[in-house]
């Protein structure tokens, strides 16, 4: 059977022969796959000119509800993917990292998106830059979605992870994406394509599937595409360099195999608690996706006086590995995703002993559990330990890519972080200490050199997450060896297919380009308080100029009993004397408090509940005899999803100006106010 690519709006089988694929566990073959014959200049046209526009037209939180529908489509057909899932290789629970977790991706992205993004098609970034004297003249940034394609060219280790990670990101900046899996596992990406082009959620253009070579693609990318890349070093740096790539300086993030390492604190003793949470953590780490996984740990890096007691554990723990067919019960771990993954991590591992002694695993003297060895891409675990890491660089600069690891032994903290250092940038790289100060010091010595560090103790170890496990919040990448790239980080990774772009005009026309009040820009007064408006009605710039109040010593004191905040520049002239305040002075929060006295409509009105306070700046001090007036003006709106039994709503961001008799600002706040929609 031939799969088929999805590619301009239709299942299109390529040309020709495939590339065989086979099941992991039996050997027997289960498809071919090919690109040839695909016009890829067509199909990145295709979601330039018809997903892209469909994309860009919806809002950040149509694009994350979009997100979110996908997920709960997905959550329900898992069970279809587990079944294939397993032809991979992979265990049960191999496959729920795969799988749930990269459903988890689209839930998290479409969480966030909601939370953190407006309900605009563009994001307005920092804050405006006052760049002239009167004020009439500001710069600010907005950022809108690139008008090219997303290329994800994945690695075969994570078939549905390494595309839903990287897709819930692309389209929730409104890009489309073309997603090519690594062939050996392409089959399991095209059953869960199959689904989610089945849904119809997407809109056309949004998605495509390429199983097989990226043909002259490549050659086709313009400066608005991003091209992204998983596997190894060697690979990513031949397409980084591709002429068109270079010439209009494309966007490519690179996430490449590294060799990540986990250190054991000096302050680990054999048989403490931490010490046996180190050795779970490293023999996890090479068996889990039979050690196929990017962030796995590839060098295992103790104290030089326990190196023997290490070794001793991990052999112990790895002769507890059932290796076998991962349907069967009891097996721990699966077989590598074909036989020619197991001919290079052999070769990998010849490389290795030739200044490494083996000391656990061999090639051929281990038992396979339910499935024939001989006919399955098998490979026992296999444990190295390298007497001078120092001086034998091996371990730094060569990958088995495959349940391998590495033991070498440290003399002092400094050593620790020179060998972590000699891998030349890492993905990942753990702590296990019960000491804290051990702890920040081996941070700030390996941050430079690693994209995520994990620290773990006996507080934490129960709820961590572990090692190998990158998360949608945090930063997937690594400097150096590792690709230099970022995926996921949250929003930081929406970003990352999003142009920046620096505005320059005056205050008003800002305000009415980024939906987001600027300092300076008009304000509208109206008869009819703001607070007596629905969200609808509202528009940016709406503002209250209300009535004035003096402030008196009584106001000073009675806030002080109610709020017990007795401060000394409150309440005792008589120690003013070198102090801020040449007398006594308002609390900062009664400021604020009066002025929404001045500004709040009491009656029952659209505005259902004061949401909170973003920012508060008290920037002149309020003495008693001082008049205070406030200027409240509409910032910025975010209109909320419709939820069954609730009001329809939005929030509504205002800024508090309070000012004195001399007009100058004492305070300045954002406040947030939950407003009933009329529709």
């Known amino acids: 059977m031939k799969l088929a690519n999805y590619i301009l709006g239709k299942w299109t089988e390529g040309s020709g022969d495939g590339t065989p694929l086979f099941n992991a566990v039996t050997g027997e073959q289960i498809a071919e796959a090919t690109t040839a014959g695909i016009d890829f200049k067509a199909v990145l046209e295709y979601a330039r000119n018809t997903g892209g526009p469909a994309l860009r037209n919806m809002t950040f939180h149509e694009r994350a509800l979009m997100l979110k529908a996908l997920a709960l489509h997905l959550n329900a057909k898992k069970d279809m993917f587990y079944k294939l899932s397993a032809a991979t290789g992979a265990t049960k629970g191999d496959s729920w990292i795969d799988i749930d977790g990269g459903i988890g991706n689209l839930f998290v992205y479409a969480s966030k998106g909601r939370r ?32 090219g394609v997303a290329i994800h060219i994945n690695a075969f280790n994570f078939p549905c992870w390494g595309m839903l ?41 949004a998605l495509q599937l390429l199983c097989g070579g990226t043909g002259d693609m490549l050659e086709h990318v313009t400066c608005q595409d991003v091209v992204t890349f998983t596997g190894s070093a060697s690979t990513g740096k031949k397409l980084k360099s591709m002429p068109a790539i270079l010439e209009n300086s494309v966007r490519f993030n690179m996430e490449a195999d590294s060799l990540n390492c986990s250190i054991l604190g000096t302050d680990a003793e054999p048989g403490s608690e931490i010490f046996n949470l180190f050795i779970k953590e490293v023999v996890k780490e090479m068996t889990v996706k039979a050690g196929q996984k990017c962030t796995a740990i590839r060098r295992t890096i103790v104290p030089e006086r326990l190196t023997e007691e290490v070794v001793d554990a991990l052999k112990k723990r790895l002769a507890g590995v059932l290796l076998g067919d991962p349907s069967v ?47 399955g891409a098998f490979f026992q675990p296999m444990l190295l330990y390298c007497g001078n890491a120092i001086k034998n660089t091996a371990p730094h600069e060569i990958e088995a890519f495959g349940p391998v690891s590495t033991v070498m032994g440290y003399k002092d903290v400094a050593e620790a972080v020179t060998l972590a250092k000699m891998g030349k940038g890492s993905l990942i790289g753990s702590v296990f200490t019960e000491n804290d100060d051990l702890a920040a010091e081996l941070v700030m010595g390996l941050a430079a050199y690693h994209g995520r560090l994990m620290v773990i103790n006996s507080r934490c170890a129960a709820e961590s997450t572990g090692h190998g496990s990158p998360l949608p919040h945090l930063v997937h990448g690594g400097p150096g060896r590792a690709g230099g790239g970022e995926e996921m980080g949250g929003i930081r990774g929406v970003f990352h297919y999003m142009q920046r772009t620096a ?18 820009s008009e304000q509208r007064e109206d008869e009819k308080h703001p607070f007596r408006k629905y969200f609808d009605e509202l528009q940016i710039g709406d503002t209250l100029v209300t009535a004035k109040r003096t402030v008196t010593e009584t106001d000073i004191v009675n806030f002080a009993n109610i709020s017990g905040d007795n401060f000394y520049a409150h309440m005792d002239v008589t120690s003013l004397e070198g102090s801020l305040f040449k007398s006594r002075v308002a609390h900062g929060y009664f400021i604020l408090s009066a002025a929404a006295g001045l500004f709040v409509d009491a009656k029952k009105g659209p505005v259902l509940a004061n949401y909170g306070l973003d920012e508060c700046r008290f920037v002149k001090p309020v003495y008693v005899g001082a008049t205070i007036g406030v200027r409240l003006t ?3 709106k975010t209109a909320k999803e419709k939820r069954e039994g609730e009001i329809p709503q939005g929030i509504v961001k ?13 305070a300045l706040a954002t406040i947030l106010t939950i407003v009933a929609r009329k529709n």
């Not at 205002?654 to 004492?666: A, F």
């Open 654 to 666: 205002w800024v508090v100006d309070v000012y004195d008799e001399t007009g100058e600002s004492v």
């Open 165 to 205: 990670e990287k897709i819930a990101v692309n389209f929730l900046a409104g890009v489309p994406a073309v997603v090519k899996p690594a062939t050996v596992t392409s089959y399991l990406t095209q059953l869960m394509v199959k689904e989610i082009i089945a849904s119809a959620i997407l809109p056309p253009g």
């Open 503 to 520: 505005i320059q005009s005056h205050p008003t026309t800002l305000t009415r380009i980024t939906d987001v009040y600027q300092p300076g």
């Open 634 to 636: 509409v910032k910025e």
């Open 329 to 375: 019960e009891g097996v721990r771990m699966g077989p590598l995703v074909g036989k020619e993954q197991v001919k290079e991590v052999q070769d990998k591992v010849k490389l290795l002993e030739k200044v490494c002694e083996p000391v656990y695993g061999s090639f051929d003297g281990y038992t396979v559990t339910g499935a024939d060895k001989s006919k």
């Open 116 to 147: 953190e993004l407006p309900n605009e098609r563009f994001y307005t970034d920092g804050k405006p830059e006052n760049i002239s004297k009167k004020g009439t003249f500001l710069g600010h940034h907005i950022c809108v979605p690139l008008e």
